[in-house]
């Protein structure tokens, strides 16, 4: 199937519904950095997008956060030593990230920029590495757009590394169907965009496998890796269910440190995390 074909049948995300994600994420904002942005299962996943942008990206070079929400990993990098610009789609998340910014006397490390995914081509500068963590190109209306944009962004030989909900997460299919709600546990298998609740809102998102991911990277970006992440730990929504058995569950943690970017196991989990490289 031609390239054109193919981007057509994906039904793009229109204003309305880009706005109602917005929205979702704006209702959020404030308390983003509590159970719901940034728990225990959370937090161990970004330890994970951390150590691979150091490894990918020297310290001292220039980020992009595309859907930095709060700021957490912006500021992580900046404390590292990098130059970063956080961008989000929502307002609420950007005035999180420029306040976490000026309390850590970083301001000068992270501009903090209002500015949607399917905006990228208002920025102008260069980036060593690009960055996405947990999800935000899913809410991306055009996949093939973004990696024109980021080809355009960043320099020669840098490095994409983005954190991807992917289809087959199989806590989630369990979860749910043992509940009886099969329709919510088959929502990561919809074809384009599924409305997905959060705080009475409605986040529109699109569902990836890790090789329907690249396929709108492919022409401009090599493939260096791809892993899963919270495979057989918990999704970072059933952390009650993480917290009653802890040390049963870091013991899964460590096999997803393991066995995560083994062949198909990497094809599953809550996200995957996926690292290219510009040709
Ligand atoms: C699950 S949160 C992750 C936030 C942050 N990266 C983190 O790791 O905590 C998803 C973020 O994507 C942002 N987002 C949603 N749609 C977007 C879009 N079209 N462009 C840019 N950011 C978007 C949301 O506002 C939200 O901050």
């Known amino acids: 199937m031609g390239y054109a074909n193919r981007r057509s049948m ?54 992009l956060d595309i859907g ?25 998340m950007v005035g ?3 306040s976490r910014a000026a309390v850590a006397g970083l301001e000068s490390n992270v501009m903090a920029v209002h500015l949607g995914v399917q905006e990228l081509d208002q920025l102008k500068d260069e980036f060593d590495g690009i960055y996405s963590n947990f999800g935000p190109l899913n809410c991306a209306p055009d996949l093939h757009a973004v990696a024109e944009q ?29 509940r009886g709600r099969f329709r919510r546990a088959s929502v990561r298998g919809t074809r384009g965009p599924a409305a997905v609740g959060m705080n009475k809102h409605t986040i529109w998102t699109y569902y990836y496998l890790p090789r329907e991911f690249y396929r709108a990277f492919d022409s401009l970006f090599s493939l260096e890796s791809y892993r899963a ?13 993480y917290r009653r058995r802890r040390s049963w569950y870091e013991r899964m943690g460590r096999l997803d440190d393991r066995l995560g970017a083994l062949p198909l196991l990497r094809d599953m989990g809550d996200h995957f995390l996926i690292v290219m490289r510009k040709r």
């Open 10 to 63: 994906e039904a793009s995300l229109n204003e309305a519904q880009l706005l109602d994600t917005q929205r979702a994420f704006d209702s959020v904002a404030a308390d983003y950095d509590g159970p719901r942005g940034n728990n225990e299962l959370i937090q161990r996943m970004r330890v994970t997008l951390w150590d691979t942008v150091a490894r990918e990206v020297p310290a001292g070079s220039q980020l």
């Open 68 to 92: 930095c929400g709060t700021g957490i990993d912006a500021l992580e990098f900046a404390s590292r030593g990098y130059q970063v610009v956080a961008s989000d789609w929502s307002p609420a």
């Open 96 to 98: 999180r990230t420029r």
């Open 150 to 178: 980021c080809a355009r962004l960043i320099k020669p030989g840098g490095k994409l590394v983005f954190s991807v909900i992917g289809r087959i997460c199989p806590w989630e299919m369990g979860h749910y169907a043992m």
């Open 229 to 241: 992440l919270s495979l057989f730990m918990p999704p970072p929504y059933l952390v009650d269910t």
